[in-house]
Structures are given as C-alpha cells and as structure tokens.
C-alpha cells in the first residue's frame, strides 16, 4: 500500500453513461497524475495537476474526459457519454519527485 | 517508434540467475528514469530510481544509465520466482509526466 487510494477500485457501466473517479494522494505530494493502461501496455499518460491547476493535458484525451482537484487535495476523472474503447485501468499516482501509483480503477464499459 | 522501447518478452531465467532488462527512450531531454515492477491485476511498484550516468545499487537490483546511448537497464541477481512479473521502464524530462514502455515479461522458473 503506497498510501494512494483510488475509488471505486471496479466500475461497470453501461456505453453512454457517465463515471467519475477519485483519486487521494499521499497528502504531502504536490503533484497528482492520471494514466491510462490497457492489457500488454504501459501506462499512458492522461494529465497531470501541481496543487490545484491542471498543468497538461494529452493530446489523446478526447472532450469526453474532465479532471479537476479542487483545493489542490483529491482529484476526480468524468468520463462522459462512455465508449467501449474506454474500457482500461484508470491509474492515479502522487508525487514530490517519484511518482507513487495506487491501486487503479478498472473500468468496463458493455 | 515509441519513445520508450522495451522488449517484450518473455524473458525466462532460471531461480538463483541474474536477469538482464532492457530500455531505450528517444527523447535526449530526458532527467529521470526509473523502473517499476506490476504483477498480473495489480498497479506499478516503484523499484528504482535514476538520474545520472552509471550504475546504482538497491539491494539485488541495480540500474544502469547511458544517457549518450539512451539506454537504461536493471539487473536483478539471485532471481526469485516472486520476482516474476511485468517490468516498466518510465522516463520523464522532469517533474511532469512519465513516458512508459509497454514492459518486459520475466518469469524466474524454480
């Protein structure tokens, strides 16, 4: 346990409906990352927050995804209007320099 | 070409043996390496970490950084079978985002 939690650990829904994750980060990390992993792949960056501003963005994410951390504390990923292409494991991670992952949240989308 | 290469695998070596991984990255910017062992279902593990040229020590592990080949590489001796697992190479040019390779396979056969 790195001290990273992630909720809902699994998450099944419906194409076209709505999810929202949440991230909390060991408290005294400054910075909070979401990736993306599929089977047989790395992780793949989404976006990242020092404190509470969104610093990047990638290019790959689609309208659909929204992240926020409000009060530079947790974090919360929507996906909207969900695809069955989004069907991964939602990894956040926390750091001051090396980056501490938790335990993911799978997502399938039917 | 991906930023991050690493062979796939698998990588097979027998208890008690030094297994050897690999990782190349394309970006010259980059500052930061590190490795990260993920086992079947389960989020990345932080292993090492490095940032200068040459070799770093950590118990049965040691990275290897050759920034003018871009290229890193851990060793693990006195291979385990809880060793076996999937080993993801990750670069960042700095405090922000991590590119990851899409891991090497090593099982460590008793």
């Known amino acids: 346990d790195t001290g990273v939690s992630q909720n809902p650990r699994h998450k099944i829904t419906k194409r076209g409906q709505n999810v929202t994750f949440r991230c909390d980060p060991i408290s005294e990390h400054n910075r909070l990352y979401w990736y993306r992993q599929t089977l047989g792949q790395g992780p793949e960056f989404l976006t990242y927050?020092?404190?509470?501003?969104?610093?990047?963005k990638s290019r790959l994410l689609s309208d659909r995804f929204s992240a926020e951390r409000p009060k530079g504390s947790f974090s919360t990923l929507e996906i909207q209007r969900t695809e069955q292409g989004d069907s991964a494991m939602y990894l956040c991670?926390?750091?001051?320099?090396?980056?501490?992952f938790g335990p993911g949240t799978r997502l399938t989308v039917l | 070409q991906k930023e991050v290469e690493q062979n796939s695998g698998p990588l097979s070596v027998p208890e008690g043996a030094i297994a050897s991984l690999n990782c190349t990255y394309s970006?010259?910017?980059?500052?930061?390496f590190f490795w990260y062992r993920q086992y079947s279902g389960k989020s990345p593990e932080l292993i090492m970490s490095i940032y200068s040229n040459g070799d770093k020590e950590d118990g049965r592990f040691t990275a290897q950084l050759n920034k003018a080949s871009q290229y890193v590489s851990l060793l693990i001796r006195d291979s385990q079978p809880s060793d076996s697992a999937t080993y993801l190479c990750a670069v960042s040019p700095n405090a922000g985002k991590s590119t990851f390779g899409d891991g090497t396979t090593l099982t460590v056969k008793p």
């Open positions: 927050f020092q404190n509470e501003a969104q610093l990047e």
């Open positions: 970006d010259r910017g980059s500052q930061s």
């Open positions: 991670a926390s750091s001051l320099n090396v980056q501490f």
